[in-house]
């Protein structure tokens, strides 16, 4: 089974110019290596500031309207993601709750299942 592991954004995260600390980027380093040579990574990737994202909102018949970042709701938006295989959530879990900085322990990660 693939699951997908969004890490949600945060105000600080969303703040332009913020980069982790080199002890955190080094500590999320090995977590991911370690992920790897498990086989257990298919994709991890972090995500541009939202300013520098858009929407494109539908509403019913009309034209899909553009939207520009930034976006307001900062706990609606993902800051990175892995997209993992695993045999079950619960075994996903347990190996998420080892990840060394999700926001330096004050942030949060959602975990779903890909549907296949």
Do not use: C, H, Y
């Not at 075994?91 to 998420?96: Q, R, T």
């Amino acid at each position: 089974m693939r699951f997908m592991v969004m890490v949600k954004a945060s105000a600080e995260s969303e703040a332009a110019g913020f980069q982790p600390s080199a002890e955190e980027l080094a500590e999320m380093a090995e977590f991911n290596d370690r992920l790897f040579k498990e086989g257990r990574i298919v994709l991890a990737e972090g995500l541009t500031f939202s300013a520098e994202g858009v929407r494109v909102v539908f509403e019913g018949d009309a034209e899909p309207k553009v939207i520009d970042g930034p976006f307001a709701e900062t706990k609606e938006l993902i800051a990175g993601f892995w997209v993992l295989n695993g045999e079950s959530l619960e075994e996903i879990v347990e190996l998420m709750r080892q990840a060394p900085n999700p926001e330096a322990k004050g942030g949060v990660l959602e975990i779903r299942t890909i549907s296949e």
